[in-house]
Structure formats: structure tokens, C-alpha cells
């Protein structure tokens, strides 16, 4: 077969399953019609026609690699011990892949609290960052928490 045909085929096969068929699928396709062609010929014709099959999936972007954007200030030096409670905290967040998709978890730590009693506060959310604690203000404008009297 030349490839003006190949690629009138190519396109119908492609077109008629959603737009979604990929170089393996599009190739596959194209054998059950009894059209024996090479998968890298289908691969070349798909690069050349500039398309492609649906990707499953996206990519979750943590951080901007390379001075892209600004860091934020370094407000106790790397020097992380407290002196009194409530005088320096740390604030993290994370992701986690999960079924339904991908879950933010963020993490305020008292470094004055022994290492079991640290987090004072987590809490994980569903659909991105922005979706606010249920019931909850800001963290960063609570109060932190009381300690306990020694003895």
C-alpha cells in the first residue's frame, strides 16, 4: 500500500473510534481490516499527520524547577527549635495519588512539642488546593494550641 492510501485509512480508523486510537490500536485495527502494514508505517504516518491517541491520566506539577518563581522567606534561619510554645511552627503540604485521584494533605507542626505530640493539626482534602477544612478558619490565624501544665 502507498501511503496516500495508508493515510486516508489511517485518518478514517482514527476518526471513527472517538479520536482516541493510538499508533498500536489504530495498527491493530487496520490488520483485523486485513490491511497487513508495519506499526512503525503507522507510527510515521501519525507523526506526519500530527496526531495522536488520548493519554490516560495527567501529570501532578509539585514544583517549578530552576529560580522559575520566587522562594519563600526563610523566617528562622533553618534554626527550627523553640524556645516557648507557640513561637515556631511549620507548615507543609503534600499530594497522594489515590483511587478517585489525587488527594492534598497539609501538616502544621509546634516544634516546641516532643516529637509524638508535634502535629497539631492535618487534614486532606479532594479536589485541589484551594478547597478550604470543613469547619475550620485559616490555620495560620488560629491559635496554637495550649500546653499541658509539667508534672
Sequence with gaps: MRDGELKELLQHVYDTNYRVYGARKIWRELNRQGRTVARCTVERLMR????????????VITTLPGGQTDRAPDLVDRDFVAGAPNRCWVADFTHVKAWAGVVHVAFVVDNL???????????????????????????????????????
Design 48 to 59: 506526519e499527520f500530527g496526531i495522536t491517541g488520548a493519554v490516560r491520566g495527567r501529570r
Design 113 to 151: 512539642l516532643p516529637p509524638d505530640r508535634r502535629l497539631i493539626r492535618s487534614h486532606r482534602e479532594g479536589n485541589g488546593l484551594r478547597a478550604g477544612c470543613p469547619g475550620d478558619d485559616d490555620l495560620a490565624t488560629r491559635p496554637g494550641p495550649t500546653p499541658r501544665p509539667a508534672g
